[in-house]
Every structure is written in C-alpha cells, then in structure tokens.
C-alpha cells in the first residue's frame, strides 16, 4: 500500500522505521508537527519523526493543523490507501479522515478502551496495572474510540518507569503496526467496535498532577515517580523551591517512624515519611541544576534533623 505516516516524537519512530523496511508498502510522505524551538539557543529543531524521515529522503509535511486547505491538498494528491499514525500531537477531523481509502489508523499504547487519552502509559502506571499492552484502531470522531484491527500486551514490571515501558511498547508496537497495515492490504483483517464497558480516561499528566503529597501512601508516591518519569517529572519542595525526584524510591515497609514529608539523613541515604512507611530517595533535581544522588544533595544543602519535603 501506499503510506502516509504521521508521528512526532521519538517514540514513533520505530513504526516508522518498521514500515520503511518493508517490502509490502512504500511510505511516500510523513506527516508530523512543526518545528519547535530546542536547546539553549531556543532554535528550531525538526521533530524526531520529521528528522528521520528527511534522513530517508522522503516528503515531510507540516501542517499547523491538518484541517489546512494546502496540506488536505497535497495529501489527495499523495492519494495514500491509509495513514497509519503514531503519537502524531494534533486532532484528525473530516475532510482529512476520508482520504486514505482505508482511512488512518492508529498505534496507541493501552488495552483499548481502557486509558484513551493522551498518556496511557503514564495512568497505567500511576493506577498500579500489572498488564497493559498496545492496540491499533482505525481513528473516528470520538476519542479513541474506533473498531480496534489488532492489540499485544506487555507485562508492567514493579520498577518501571513510564518512559521505560513506553521504549518497550514502541517496539513491539512497531511490529503490530506494520502487521496490521499486512492485513489490511491483503484484505484478511477486519476491525471489531470496542466493548463498551471498561472505558477509562488518560489526560495528559500535568506539572501539577506531578507534586507528591506526602500524606499519601509510600506505595502511590512510588507510582507518582515512576509514572512521571521522564516527564513531566515528580516533584516537591525544599526550602521554598522545587526538588524533582527523579529517580527510583525504595520503600521501606518496616519503616514508620517519620512523620509525612520529614526527612532523616545518613551517610549514604535520605529518608522520608509519608502517609504509610518510609521511602529511601534515589535521585534528585534541585531547581536548576542536574539530577544527582540524594545522599550527595543532603549532604551539599546541610539538612537538619526533622527538616520537612513539601512545606
């Protein structure tokens, strides 16, 4: 078949490079969302999509939004039979769904229809699933509620991190991709409605959502970490400015003593109260300055006994 592919970051480029090694379909144009500005000089950098693609010497498209009347053009006359999409950023609304012949179908990451939304892999670790996994689904009005062509599942481990999980899932999720656009040009796959039941919600997690609370359980902070990992990044404060903990925590389940948010200081560790046990810090960010170990930013700021996190 004839591919237009739409994705922006990096995390879609594994599909892409999955479909540009296969000899069933020709990618003849890529569509992802306009430069943005990156790094110290704030200059514009092409999207990782987008860089791969000129990489491979094929058309990349920009659209501000795909309801443009020159991109609506120039896709026509790409004259795509389907536009698989993966994390591409911007909302699909007609006329640009009626081109493809097959329409545009998506890669996303859950068990659909649990966590539609924008950060499923991030809810699906905060709320503690043990399992979640990747569909693909061809792209409608609604919310990620199109006829489903194909899902795998992917185990989430104790210690994953949000970022950790979604490297795997693009992976596998590439080969299910590809899979699907095989069915569907051999005419051997049909999409199936998704149930109606289990229907959950997965907004995109905020700087807000991030700040730890400290009277919550050990066990939701260390989900709040990990499932903010890497971005938005779980936070705190510390002497009136902020403190990203950006590492792993360790609960420690014999560990009550400490009231929520004070901190005990070692020599080689950082400990914290919360609304249950303990929790031993790994890694932190002061505010401008980069990540390091707990135990040398305690013993850099001089913390005193019963200094409190969160206040």
Not at 50 to 66: D, M, N, S, T, Y
Not at 163 to 173: D, K
Not at 301 to 309: A, D, H, M, Y
Request: charged letters at 20%; one cysteine or more; a negative charge.
């Amino acid at each position: 078949m004839r591919l237009v592919f739409a994705g922006t970051p990096e995390v879609a480029v594994p599909a892409l490079e999955a479909l540009l090694a296969s000899d069933q379909h020709e990618v003849v144009a890529v569509v992802t969302r306009p430069d943005a500005p990156a790094g110290r000089g704030r200059k514009l950098v092409a999207s990782p999509v987008g860089q791969r693609a000129q990489e491979a010497g094929i058309e990349v498209l920009k659209p501000a939004k795909p309801s443009e009347p020159e991109f609506l053009a120039r896709l026509a006359e790409l004259a795509p039979d389907c536009c698989p999409v993966v994390a591409y950023g911007a909302l699909l609304r007609e006329p640009a769904l009626a081109i493809p012949r097959h329409g545009w179908v998506n890669l996303h990451f859950s068990l659909l229809p649990a966590w539609r939304g924008a950060a499923p892999v991030q809810h699906a670790v905060l709320a503690g699933d043990e399992v979640t996994g990747a569909s693909t689904f061809r792209i409608e009005l609604g919310l990620d509620s199109g006829p489903v062509f194909g899902i795998l599942t992917e185990e989430i481990r104790p210690t994953d991190t949000s970022g950790e999980l979604l490297t795997r899932l693009s992976h596998a999720g590439a080969r299910l991709l590809t899979a699907t656009m095989d069915g569907i040009a051999e005419g051997a796959l049909q999409a199936v409605p998704q149930p109606v039941e289990g229907i959950t919600l997965a907004p995109k997690i905020t700087v807000e959502d991030a700040r730890i609370d400290w009277t919550h359980p050990a066990l939701r902070i260390d989900r709040l970490v990990r499932g903010c990992a890497p971005a938005p990044g779980a936070w705190t404060t510390f002497r009136g400015e902020r403190l990203k903990v950006s590492g792993p925590v360790k609960l420690l389940t014999d560990a009550t003593e400490l009231a929520p948010g004070e901190l005990a200081v070692s020599k080689n560790s950082v400990r914290v109260g919360t609304g249950s046990h303990e929790i031993e810090l790994g890694e932190v960010q002061p505010q401008g300055k980069k990540p390091m170990r707990a135990a040398d930013w305690a013993r850099g700021v001089r913390i005193e006994s019963g200094e409190p996190l969160g206040v």
